[in-house]
Nanobody
Framework: QVQLVESGGGSVQAGGSLKLSCAAS????????MAWFRQAPGKGREGVAGIYPGDGTTYYADSVKGRFTISHDNAKNTVYLQMNSLKPEDTAMYYC?????????????????WGQGTQVTVSS
């Protein structure tokens, strides 16, 4: 049974930083695309960053490029999202997702496994 467990969300002021973690279990970690999506109230789910842990290939949405960094620790089966220079518009529920079908640009419909989400709130 695939499990994705996020942690690290919280509230920060604009310009601050947060680091999200996603611990994965129950499948071949390196064979799957791992991604972070976010969803703000009243909006669709946006793919912000993705990584293939097997070869380190990454993707970033234009809205976060240069501010967010996705990384992984294969020994811990964990993917991270370092978020710097946060803006109020980054406020959303952030979800970790995994699937071998993941590709760029990220599409929520390509991902079959999801975590429960972690809230990020950025105040101005």
């Amino acid at each position: 049974q695939v499990q994705l467990v996020e942690s690290g969300g919280g509230s920060v002021q604009a310009g601050g930083s947060l680091k999200l973690s996603c611990a994965a279990s129950g499948y071949t970690y390196s064979a799957n695309c791992m991604a972070w999506f976010r969803q703000a109230p009243g909006k669709g789910r946006e793919g912000v960053a993705g990584i293939y842990p097997g070869d380190g290939t990454t993707y970033y949405a234009d809205s976060v490029k240069g501010r967010f960094t996705i990384s992984h620790d294969n020994a811990k089966n964990t993917v991270y999202l370092q978020m710097n220079s946060l803006k109020p518009e980054d406020t959303a529920m952030y979800y970790c997702a995994a699937d071998e079908r993941g590709s760029w640009p990220l599409k929520a419909s390509d991902f079959g496994y999801w975590g429960q989400g972690t809230q990020v709130t950025v105040s101005s």
